[in-house]
């Protein structure tokens, strides 16, 4: 090698090395004071742009006021028919309530530190108040709330919080369980599919909803869980729901974020569906039985008036918030058009039980896959033993991974 | 149980199986075409996109081979007419296949269309074992059951084929023979983009009826692996196909089972199968690969190469 193609070998080599240095330093977050707004991080460098209204400093505005806009990240695309559809909606009541406010969407957020790129952006543009929608979105989101303390963060369904951080979820487990218990009703070969991505407690526990709703109209019924291993990859979806239905099922429902592929390979093959997140029904009119969906859009429009308005600590909204059934976070859609009016009117005493506090889903006893009591007789298990389940009932046919 | 998982096998693999015989073609020929998972993709999103259009999956099907025949000739292009590295090309034609349908395909994510179902075949999927298993799937797996033994025969048997293989061989001797191996590979890169493109196609049309980004999640690559387990020989690249297909559906009847398996391993399942496959194939004494396999034609006009 000739001297020359040494030194610019060397040159490149430096270059790299430092531009890696420089783009790892940044990420570490610029040791943003209290107060200043602004503080550019990200491997973007500091945007030199006035940041409006996020240069409010701490010790005026209380925690997500001053902004002149709200933010909102998806990790998936807005038309899922699924989990990232319901947010859609809800960031759309936020935009029709608030007319002042810009709204600012970005969709396919992956959950990485990509993510705070994202959100430190939106600050940049006026945003003091930030939605991370997906649960892997929180470690992100705890990050930049670290930075800017007077942006006010509103999680979906974390489990840690911080000063400025709260976290929203609802109790889907209650609509997810009248499903089950319509699905216990109708299906003719008492084993009903469960198409689900990874074993996290959130997954684990709509799954033991259901079960549950099942059996108690339907004693034999069983629950046949099978993981893909993603939240939505459709070819996978298509094999687990025929691979279902080749083993006779004929319900299939699905934790998903998108829920197209699986609703419409049920509905194809003449298999019964239940959805969740979204409501699906118009593309499986002859199958659809029910389905669980969040119903955002009244939350979202309380929790953005409570940090304009200065309210977010002490507010209820700045901890674990869980809305419910009863106060209509979580909702059942209408029924299909072949579900008999008995099963309606089955599902929806029960539903008012659910709302007047007589029935639990979860109310002891409780068992597991190998029979062992895990509530007893006469115990209703907390929100938080709920939302830390690493099991299946009994009647589950499926494994988690120790 | 058997018949399940031989049942998704095919349905599983079909994809793949297009994407291997492609891939073999053009491997045959001397290009080496990482990019397939790009070309795969853009084939699902032009079969899907044009479907939803025209209405019509057979339209949707010629447009996603042509969609992938799309990215191979961008690949044709930068890796025989100005000689760039094969490898290095067919990765980076892989991230912009996949970026490009990412932002293309956007608004095609809740879009339904009527495509391609099972359609039984009359008096074959009456037989007891095999009639499931074979003979009641969607038009184009039965496209690509035809497909393997013509991809041999025309290997194989036809002088396209020789004319294919020697320049996956022996580019220097096709050159003498007066023929231009840069055209033969041209064509034979198009054909597996092509192939490719259908493979991605009958995934989106026929099998999930939907387009998500990314949505091959990682066939591609898998069918360039396959090719190399299989020794470029098409009947053993689709027995490799469905073999990975088999690999997807026991991961599902096993969990259906109840067998306690840890799912985490069984997603794994399908890619250590395809791994395990190619040590064994490191074992054999000689290598069938075609000697001219990634190499550079050089040769010019009139000069000794």
Redesign the interface.
């Known amino acids: 090698m000739t001297k020359a193609k040494r030194w610019v070998f060397a040159a490149l080599a430096m270059t790299f090395l430092l531009s890696f240095l420089l783009s790892a330093c940044s990420q570490q977050g610029s040791g943003s004071t209290s107060g200043s707004g602004s503080s550019g991080g990200g491997t973007s460098g500091g945007d030199s742009a006035d940041s409006g209204g996020s240069s409010g400093e701490a010790s005026s505005g209380a925690v997500g006021t001053g902004g002149s806009a709200v933010g909102f990240i998806f990790v998936g695309a807005r038309d899922d028919y699924g989990y990232n559809q319901a947010a859609y909606i809800g960031s759309q009541a936020v935009e029709e309530a608030f007319p002042d406010l810009k709204v600012l969407r970005v969709e396919n957020v992956p959950e990485t530190a990509e993510a705070e790129r994202v959100m430190e952006q939106m600050i940049n543009d006026g945003a003091n108040i930030i939605f991370p929608t997906s649960y892997g979105h929180l470690d992100p989101a705890l990050n930049v709330a670290a930075r800017h303390p007077d942006v006010a963060f509103f999680h979906q369904g974390g489990l840690k919080t911080a000063e400025n951080l709260g976290t929203y979820f609802g109790t889907i487990w209650e609509p997810v369980y009248l499903a089950g218990v319509a699905a216990g009703k109708m299906t003719k070969t008492n084993k009903l599919g469960y198409i689900v991505s990874v074993p996290i407690p959130q997954v684990l526990l709509n799954v033991n909803a259901f079960q549950r709703g099942a059996q108690s109209v339907n004693p034999d019924v069983t629950t046949t869980v099978v993981f893909t291993g993603s939240w939505c990859d459709p070819g996978q979806q298509a094999n687990a729901a025929n691979s279902l239905i080749d083993g006779g099922v004929d319900v299939l429902t699905q934790h998903q974020d998108c829920t197209k592929t699986v609703i419409e390979t049920a509905e194809r093959r003449g298999a019964m569906s239940v959805g969740y997140h979204a409501d699906a029904s118009s593309l499986a009119p002859e199958g659809w039985i029910v389905g669980s969906v969040w119903n955002w859009p009244d939350l979202f429009v309380n929790m953005t008036k409570t940090a304009l308005e200065g309210r977010f600590d002490g507010s209820m909204y700045d901890g674990k918030y869980r809305g419910t059934l009863a106060d209509g976070t979580v909702m059942l859609t209408d029924f299909g058009k072949n579900v008999p009016d008995d099963v309606k009117a089955l599902v929806g005493e029960m539903k008012q039980a659910i709302i007047d506090g007589a029935l639990h889903p979860f109310a002891g006893p409780v068992k597991k896959q190998d029979g062992e009591v895990v509530f007893a007789e006469g115990v209703i298990p907390t929100i938080d033993e709920l939302e830390s389940m690493d099991w299946f009932v009994e009647g589950v046919i499926g494994t988690i991974p120790k | 149980m058997i018949a399940?998982i031989l049942?998704?096998a095919v349905?599983?693999g079909t994809?793949v199986l297009f994407a291997v015989q492609g891939e073999l073609v053009s491997e045959r020929a001397g290009v080496i075409n990482l990019g397939t998972e790009g070309a795969m993709l853009a084939g699902a999103l032009a079969g899907f996109a044009t479907t939803v259009w025209t209405g019509s999956p057979w339209l949707g099907a010629l447009a996603g081979g042509t969609g992938g025949m799309l990215i191979a000739l961008l690949h044709a292009f930068l890796v025989i007419s100005r000689g760039a590295n094969q490898l290095a090309t067919g990765l980076t034609l892989m991230f912009l296949g996949m970026g490009l349908t990412?932002f293309f395909g956007?608004k095609f994510?809740?879009e339904?269309i009527v495509g391609f179902?099972p359609t039984p075949i009359p008096l074959l999927s009456d037989i007891p074992f095999i009639g499931n298993v074979l003979f009641n799937h969607d038009p184009l797996t039965y496209v690509s059951f035809a497909l393997v033994p013509l991809i041999w025969f025309a290997l194989f048997r036809t002088r396209l084929g020789v004319i294919i293989r020697a320049s996956g061989e022996r580019e220097d001797a096709l050159f003498a023979s007066g023929m231009n191996p840069k055209l033969v590979r041209y064509g034979a890169v198009l054909a597996g983009g092509f192939l490719a493109g259908l493979g991605g196609a009958q995934?989106?049309i026929a099998?999930?009826?939907?387009w998500?980004?990314n949505?091959?999640?990682g066939?591609g690559i898998v069918a360039v692996a396959l090719v190399i387990f299989a020794a470029w020989k098409p009947l053993r690249a689709a027995v490799g196909a469905w073999l990975f297909g088999a690999a997807?559906?026991l991961q599902?009847?096993v969990?259906?089972?109840?067998?306690?398996?840890?799912?985490?391993?069984?997603?794994m399942a399908p890619y250590l199968i395809t791994l395990i496959a190619l040590l064994a194939v490191e074992f054999r004494k000689k290598s069938r690969m075609p000697e001219a396999l990634g190499k550079v034609f050089t040769g010019s006009p009139g000069g000794a190469g």
């Open positions: 399940d049942t998704g349905r599983s994809s990412a956007r994510v809740s339904s179902n995934l989106s099998y999930t009826h939907s998500v980004e949505m091959t999640a066939r997807q559906a599902l009847t969990q259906q089972q109840g067998y306690p398996i840890s799912p985490y391993f069984l997603f």
